[in-house]
């Protein structure tokens, strides 16, 4: 006999609805379809970006799911404006709950300046946001971090540049928080997103700048295409999610099959 | 912003105030003439007939670039280039100056010199012997008492029509051709401010494409396929805010470089031609701050203020031009990409019988800072289209033209449908039809003479 499932149980619940979401670099591809997601399931979320219209139209089109939802544009560089923002953020929210620290200096070979760059923006945008939330999380005794590194740290892209090296060192970080704070009911885990095509995007550029390096990007997916950043803004929200209880010092790799070594 | 454009964003690229360098390059907008929407006949490209007319109505009337005034410099240096079934001898005289003779021993009519460059004291013909002066003078005729007729009458190989501006030499088949500097205006004005003659040549190229030399033209005097063949480039310029500005004979374009076209989103990271930009300019782009909508900006101010230091003097040219491409059409077959650091020139020139087939040459130069040392002029190239690259960008141009040439013997092909972003091309037509059948009268809208119009 067919036992009818209720729709509670038909649906998994991620159990976002009320949380506090902070969201560094929130403008455009994963970071604003990562809000998307959160204010979705009913999330408050103070997002920032560095584009003052980027933020100013992010913010405008969040609000249609009608949860509290604040932004400023900062620049992660910026020590001291960006500490500011963060300690306001949470005064806003009443709390931080998830942290999504997204922004990226992006890529570049060939001046020194860029390891500082990936050093300011993708290393200590994420360790900056990190401490400003950690004491309300230890305090409350619960929070979800998701850090964002990329395929491009386990396997080689676009030569041996600083933004694959220093994404590398927040798999690592990411682990050991999750261990140091696991007993403060904290969850720290880590999303690496393969190649991401959308509108603005590196991959849109690429494609038309690089063609032929493009192409050869494709036939390294098993599915034909790249990846959206729907696609990768899911996994960072399932992870996010209180869905995601026993996920603690997880590296989830989001590719589409991009990447060819086995994950043991 | 050329209206109906299909772009994604609304740009309003920041332009020079054009009254406020008096002095150097105008940057007004001419006023569009009204050139009608008329086909442009396709038989045009491909009429035996049709080039026929185009030798004899306008490649003998107009001037022509012969080569570069430092490839001659010394007294004796000389340019053999051939135009057509002509082929025509450029000689720096003794005085300075420069002298042009049809490349023909008046003899039995063998050619004095093949096409290219070199040095002699006189031009003696391999054949009898035959030597002629510099000046292009009989100074010897082997066996003369055998010539019961004596010498030709008149001493020397006939003079044409030479002189030379903005650092090139240029020649005519017209005897009677007007000054040199009243055919090209005003464009000595617009292109003076360059010095071209503090460039060095770094590339010398002549490819043999398969299509009417018309064809070629056509290819460089708009934007439009920029977005067909270079999709590449709409991360490097905008080719949709295009300043178009027709001449007399002549016309130009002004295309904003280092930015980013309206019709691709503004991408969150430098693309990599606006990083060689930046970097040829001296900036590191790992430090740059800004949006990179501002970079043309900023690149122009980071010239402006460093320019000198690097040796470069920009003081005749407007903010624009140390980023923009001023891309200038000479008629009948000069196209000029000029910028503050370099020249790429092409010469499009006619087969001498087959209108399927023409000359494409390739002549880039670059700005040699003050203080360093001359290169090496390249060595001369000549090879038929697909043999070699001629770079990413020109062989995009050039894949086209041999497919677009046998299109144009399609019946089913009545001509060239041009939009708004090819109002250069109709420009270069209506000069080409004054030439060929007399200027249109202005009241009838009618050409002063039909005869064999197409």
Known sequence: MVRLQSVEERHMDLGLAGKRAIIVGAARGIGIATAEILAREGCDLAICARSEDGVKDAVASLKRYGTN??????NVKKEDAYKAWLAHAQEQLGGCDVLVPISSAGGGIGSEKYWQNAFDVDVMGPVRAVEAVLPGM??????????????????????????NALKGSLVIWGKQLA??????????????PGPVEFEGGNWDMIKGTMEKFYQSILRQQPSGRLGTPEEIARAIAFLASPAASWCNGSHLTVDGGFTNRTHF | MVAGADVRRQVDVIRVDPQSFPNGTPAEKAEDPDLGHAIIPAERYTSADFMAREWAMMWTRVWLLGGRSDDIKEPGDYICTDIGRESVLIVRQPDGSVRAFPNVCLHRGN??????????????????HWTYGLDGTIQRIPDLGTFPQGAPPEGRLPSLPCAEWGSFVWF??????????????????HLEPYRFERMAMKRDITVEWDCNWKASVDAFNESY????????????????????????????????????SPRVAVPSSIPPAIDEIMRKAGMDPAEYEGRVTDIRRDVQKHMRANGAKAGKDYSRLNDDQLTDDY???????????THADDLMLFRQRPHPTDPDKMLYDIWTFELVPDGEDWPERPKHQHFRHGDKSIGQVLDQDAVNLPTVQKGMHSSAFKGLWLGDQELRIRHFHKVLDDYLFGPVDAKTAQPKTDAGRI
């Open chain 1, 69 to 74: 939802v604040v932004g400023a544009a900062v």
């Open chain 1, 179 to 192: 261990l140091a704070h696991g007993k403060d009911g904290i969850r720290v885990n880590v999303v690496s």
């Open chain 1, 138 to 163: 230890i305090e409350r005794q619960g929070g979800a971090i998701v850090l964002i590194a990329t395929t491009s740290a386990a396997e080689a892209m676009g030569g041996p540049q600083p933004y």
């Open chain 2, 111 to 128: 050619k004095l010199r093949p096409e290219g460059r070199g040095t002699v004291e006189q031009f003696r013909c391999i054949y009898h």
């Open chain 2, 327 to 337: 891309h200038y059409m000479i008629f009948p077959n000069v196209t000029l990409n």
């Open chain 2, 172 to 189: 005519s088949l017209n005897p009677d051709v007007e000054p040199l500097q009243a055919y090209l205006d005003p464009l000595p004005q």
């Open chain 2, 225 to 260: 396929h920029v977005q067909g063949i270079h999709p590449q480039l709409l991360w490097y310029l905008d080719d949709v805010n295009i300043q178009i500005d027709c001449y007399a004979r002549h016309n130009r374009y002004l295309i904003p470089f280092a930015t980013i």
